[in-house]
């Protein structure tokens, strides 16, 4: 499949030409050791280094604390993107249950954390905690209730944790749990690394131990007895034994299916009805605080084109999915006078993994010349307004992320992959290939055939991955452009066939720690990296230099790293390897921009058209809007 590149362009011309400039400035502040890492930038940077993020320009006065009497009779109508019933489920564990854009407003969270403007935990669940010497104590707030009215205890808190054996990392590190009374846990681990804080806190209690006891018993006898401690690598490993019993109790897990309205819930709402297009949730008569508005419609977006029709006839009252160029200058021309919008920083990252599994990706120097012929200035225009470039040193650490976690010079040592075709030409030239009739031909006479996946219904997805496709046809690469329907590409990219893939991967949405990044990038399945055994090391070779890479290790270091000199120099080893691999493309750092079109409905201030650097403006749309109800900083006016 192929679209005209300069046409697509053409399309949005008239939304380039009203775009601003937003200049981010690193703060002056020199702050200690501590502090050091946690000051995140949000206003990234371009390859040329000019801190530019590009937002579309609103002139109007509006403000985001509307005054007046609080209604109390009006529904907030919010996005959702859990999957339609009857898939929906109860199950928080399962891919079709209670999806992360659901639990911040059904369950409740031990605390909440947001990278600025510092480093902040705001304890929700929790009386207090304390973390000293590799031990963590924890305190739930008392007189805490489940949704059924039953206790929520130390018991539901030991199983919450216990559910999750073999999901994350905590229990890589967690030495011993124990209960201490009623409301009281403790949890040594075998680091002191400040990211325990994160894994540990930022944690939702979804697990009441009167339902989820069973599997829990389960899940801690293999804690117990199917793992064990690797000292050279300071974390805890499953054994053979531990993964097989691990894979058939996650399967049992997985098979409780309860109705999404019959689920217990620890959260602000509990669910009240759903169908195929929405949830509704009505407050938890038994949580400790009725929150100001009492009752949120939860919209799913569906196609891209229904998500824009139903924003155009005024359904969503606040909302923050992905629309085209076009759609969204449409959008913000018919709600010029009334809609509000800030930026919020997402520490996500969109680009194309490329499988060095198969040829001819497995080929160094395709894959470099793949980058070097992709016009990433021209793809980020037809992105969706807020997102700008992300790294062309193929590093792949945020750019907003970069100064904080790298020396002064260093990003200048690495190769560049930025926007090159003559680059791209030598390097493949220099491997036997030629060009004929326009067109790429190996050193055996023949045109391999890559394919680029997509998803089809998301728009910065579907939008850069055609015109990257069309790029690097127009180059001379014979190119299948493969868009499909999500269930169908979130199979296509965990199996051995992808060959490029579009995908949100190397972001740091959760810690802003370049160990997100990196675990995310070597261990996740969509990256195409050859198969490690269980049990076994992540061994990786730089092509140019030969040198040999433990990234097992490697990662151990950067997540038990508590010194600030040493989470840059492991940061940095880590760039040197995937500049050199070059086998992900960052494209995109996203920034979600969060419309809100009821004139009526007051939030905490912000600074409108720009990107955040408030702490409650931080995680997708719905974790925000259950901070700002948690502290009565959300409703409608009269």
């Known amino acids: 499949m192929k679209i005209n590149f300069k046409r697509l362009l053409t399309l949005t011309l008239c939304t380039a030409m009203a775009i601003t400039a937003l200049t981010g400035c690193k703060s002056s502040d020199k702050k200690g050791k501590e502090n ?17 993020v590009i937002l579309p320009a609103i002139d109007n006065d509006l403000t985001m604390v509307v005054e007046g009497e609080v209604d109390k009779t009006k529904t907030l109508t919010t996005l959702i993107d859990a999957d339609s019933s009857p898939a929906f489920n109860g199950n928080p564990y399962d891919t079709a249950g209670i999806n ?29 905690y304390d973390f000293t010497d590799k031990v963590l104590t924890m305190k739930l707030l008392p007189n805490l209730k489940w949704s059924d009215g039953t206790d929520l205890n130390a018991d539901d808190l030991m199983t919450q944790y216990y559910c999750s054996v073999g999901r994350g990392t905590i229990w890589n590190y967690i030495e011993k749990l124990e209960k201490l009374d009623d409301l009281s846990v403790r949890i040594t681990f075998c680091t002191e690394s400040p990211l325990v804080l994160n894994i540990s806190l930022y944690v939702a209690i979804m697990t009441p131990n009167e339902i989820y006891g069973e599997y829990a018993e389960k899940y801690k ?15 805890y490993k499953m054994t053979e034994e531990g993964s097989a019993q691990l894979a ?81 200058a449409q959008i913000d021309k018919k709600y010029a006078d009334t809609m509000r919008k800030v930026f919020i920083p997402q520490m996500s990252s969109i680009g194309y993994t490329m499988n060095v599994n198969n040829y001819p990706l497995n080929i160094p120097e395709v894959r470099k010349a793949i980058s070097l012929a992709t016009d990433r200035r021209a793809l980020i225009s037809v992105a969706e307004p807020g ?84 790029m690097l046809t127009d180059f001379g690469f014979n190119i299948d ?69 433990n990234v097992t290790n490697m990662l151990n270091e950067l997540f038990n790293a508590t010194d600030p000199s040493d989470t840059k120099k492991l940061t940095e080893e880590f760039m040197v390897l995937a500049n050199d691999l070059c086998a992900y493309i960052p494209v995109i750092e996203k920034t979600s921009p969060l419309r809100i079109y009821d004139p ?34 959300i409703y409608f006016t009269k």
């Open 481 to 549: 452009f493969k868009p499909m329907e999500f269930g169908v590409w979130n199979d296509f990219t965990k199996s051995d066939e992808k060959m490029i893939s579009c995908v949100f991967m190397a972001g740091a949405d959760s810690y802003a720690h370049p160990w997100e990044t990196y675990y995310g990038l070597f261990t996740n399945v969509r990256a195409g990296w050859p198969k490690v055994e269980p049990g076994k090391d992540i061994i990786m070779t730089a092509p140019t230099t030969g040198k040999e890479y």
């Open 248 to 328: 058939i109790v996650n399967e049992e897990l997985l098979s409780y299916k309860p109705a999404p309205n019959e689920a217990v819930f620890s959260g602000q709402y509990v669910i009240d009805k759903y169908n195929t297009s929405e949830v509704l949730f009505v407050v938890n008569k038994n949580y400790r605080k009725t929150p100001l508005i009492e009752n949120i419609r939860g919209l799913r977006a569906g196609n891209p084109q229904a998500f824009s029709t139903a924003i155009l006839a005024g359904e969503y009252t606040v909302e923050n999915g992905g629309l085209n160029v076009d759609m969204s």
């Open 100 to 128: 992360w854009s659901v639990q911040p407003l059904v369950f409740d969270y031990l605390a909440y954390y947001a990278p600025f403007p510092e480093r902040t935990f705001k304890t929700s669940l929790l009386e207090s």
């Open 387 to 470: 997102s700008f470039m992300g790294d062309t040193k193929n590093s792949p650490l945020l750019p907003s992320l970069q100064d904080i976690y790298t020396n002064e010079g260093f990003m200048d040592t690495l190769t560049d992959y930025g926007y090159n075709p003559e680059k791209a030409e030598e390097l493949l030239s220099s491997i036997g290939w030629k060009k004929e009739n326009g067109k790429w031909m190996d050193d055996k006479g023949e045109t391999p055939v890559i394919s680029i996946a997509t998803v089809n219904t998301w728009p910065s997805f579907m939008m850069t991955a055609e015109a990257m496709s069309t």
């Open 36 to 52: 050091e890492e946690t000051n995140v930038s949000t206003a990234g940077k371009e390859a040329s280094g000019n801190g530019e």
């Open 221 to 235: 006898e293999i804690a117990e007895n199917g793992r064990t401690y690797d000292e050279a690598a300071n974390m």
């Open 600 to 633: 009526k409905l007051s939030l905490a201030d912000a600074e409108l058209n720009t990107v955040q650097q408030n702490y409650y403006y931080y995680g997708n749309i719905n974790s925000i809007i259950a901070k700002l109800l948690k502290e009565d900083m």
